[in-house]
């Protein structure tokens, strides 16, 4: 079935002249229009609406003036006879407040927008402070306008909670086929939501997990200073919180973490003093301080 396509011609708007000689200058143009176009008087009507302007057009025929060519031809010779008598119209009241409106509401889209960009720009930063990985910015050249994001790709395969990611590619990438990516954007923002998520999070590929609740508690007994190896009377050495007492085996002389300390130490959190020192309840013990990977651990 062919389609057909139907034109429709709008009415012209009706004018809203804001000068007494409205009229005059309608009749006389009305009666010039008659009869063939001069191809002169033409490029007359292209002088006299370059020289005056779009506004002083505007108030000559009582509308929006968008050109020589878009007018009937009366309103072309309106403008060379009110050039003519010298007249200087106002805009038409009501177009004049139809351009403030649109001029308020440009402005409030640019301020909307500008805002946008500064939430952007902190949350971009926020993740980068979290960040040991090196990351670019670079925009996704097969979608543009509006709906165009700019994407972060790491520079090294790396882990996040959603598991590995490719160097190379944009860190939101689930698909086979790649993204097609511009160049690296210099002080760029990504503006993929996704992007920006897993830059908080990404690792190296052999970097430890990030600490748990329970690690991170535990992290921060070592800074209070209370985590020691200690000798028990019923066993070897075992990793206690001096602070916490016990009823099992250890004597009463802690809590055990001896578990979790040595998770910690795996990890490069962690490292004990290699001299007996006085724990806070008057024992001694191997006092258990933080790396500096332990104390960026924490602080992130």
Not at 42 to 58: K, P, Y
Not at 269 to 295: K, M, V
Request: proline fraction near 7%; charge should be positive.
């Amino acid at each position: 079935m062919r389609r057909r396509v139907v034109s429709i011609t709008l009415p012209t708007p009706v004018p809203e002249p804001e000068y007494p000689e409205y009229d005059q200058v309608r009749t006389e143009a009305e009666r010039r229009s008659r009869g063939p176009l001069d191809p002169g008087a033409l490029a007359v009507m292209e002088a006299v609406a370059r020289r005056r302007g779009n506004d002083w057009c505007t108030g000559v025929i009582g509308r929006t003036f968008g050109g020589v060519a878009y007018v009937p031809c009366a309103d072309a010779f309106m403008l060379l006879v009110a050039d003519e008598m010298g007249l200087e119209p106002p805009v038409p009241q009501r177009i004049a407040e139809s351009r403030r409106l649109f001029d308020e509401q440009r402005a409030q889209d640019r301020a909307r927008g500008e805002e946008r960009k500064e939430h952007e720009r902190r949350r971009w930063e926020l993740a980068l402070s979290t960040c040991t990985v090196s990351v670019t910015v670079r925009a996704n050249l097969k979608r543009g306008g509006s709906r165009a994001l700019d994407h972060a790709v790491p520079d090294v395969p790396v882990r996040s909670s959603r598991g590995m990611h490719e160097a190379g590619r944009a860190l939101c990438e689930r698909k086979r086929n790649p993204r097609q990516l511009g160049e690296p954007i210099p002080d760029g923002v990504a503006t993929c939501q996704s992007c920006v998520t897993y830059v908080a999070e990404i690792r190296p590929v052999d970097a430890p997990a990030p600490a748990t609740k329970a690690e991170r508690a535990l992290l921060q007994l070592v800074v209070d200073g209370v985590v020691f190896t200690m000798r028990h009377a019923r066993g070897g050495l075992a990793a206690r919180v001096t602070t916490e007492r016990s009823s099992g085996a250890g004597g009463g002389q802690g809590r055990s973490v001896n578990a979790a300390v040595a998770k910690l130490e795996a990890k490069g959190w962690i490292a004990a003093d290699t001299e007996y020192s006085a724990t806070p309840g008057g024992g001694f013990g191997y006092q258990w301080r933080l790396t500096d990977a332990g104390t960026a651990e924490l602080a992130g």
